[in-house]
């Protein structure tokens, strides 16, 4: 039990709720941002309430962006053929931050999972899919992690498209790894080297 007032005991709690900070390191990391009030507190929270406000799925992929569409989608560069399919938007933030991907992406949202009950309409395979029939796609990349689930989801998709070329991510990605907890040289290398699924 903390000794602050019922605000601080409210902002503590929301804190322990965030990944890896339980009510321990939410303490500690509320008693940090207090002392460097006018640094960090005060524009953490104007941050995190313009992102509140403004922050929105693309319509299109499923990036986070603040507009309809994304950057990504909306830059016409990126419309070279090639569409790199991930789970969620961290694994698309950690494709990115290799520096090595020009086009662009869909955000699934998850894998197939029977235990689970999720199946293709769960996800945004059935949009995938529309994007792949509209747009002049040449190569359906699957950036998938190496689970059981991943590569479910996977088969599945490289099943739905016969007359797309469909490649996965090949050396570098560790079986039962996830993309946002790999470097940027393991995704690079991964990236370069994918083969035909």
């Not at 403004?54 to 299109?60: G, K, L, N, P, V």
């Not at 059981?148 to 070329?165: C, F, K, M, N, S």
Request: negative net charge; hydrophobic residues 40%.
């Amino acid at each position: 039990m903390t000794q602050g007032t019922p605000d601080i005991e409210a902002l503590i709690e929301l804190m322990a709720r965030l990944p890896g900070l339980g009510p321990r390191s939410a303490r500690r990391a509320v008693l940090h941002l207090i002392k460097k009030r006018t640094v960090q507190l005060l524009p953490l929270a104007e941050a995190l309430h313009k992102v509140g406000t403004t922050a929105r799925e693309c319509a299109r992929c499923g990036n986070i962006g603040t507009g309809d569409l994304c950057d990504i989608c909306t830059d016409p560069r990126r419309a070279n053929g090639e569409i790199c399919v991930v789970e969620d938007v961290a694994d698309l933030w950690a494709m990115e931050r290799s520096g090595v991907f020009k086009g662009r992406y869909h955000v699934l949202g998850g894998t197939l999972s029977a235990l689970d009950a999720v199946g293709p309409e769960e996800l945004r395979i059935p949009r995938l899919l529309d994007r792949i029939a509209e747009e002049n796609v040449s190569e359906v990349i699957l950036a998938l992690g190496a689970t059981i689930d991943g590569q479910t989801t996977a088969h599945y998709i490289a099943d739905q498209l016969p007359e797309v070329r469909v490649t996965s991510l090949a050396q570098g990605v560790p079986v039962g790894g996830e993309l946002d907890y790999l470097d940027d040289g393991t995704i690079s290398a991964a990236l370069k080297a994918r083969k035909s699924f």
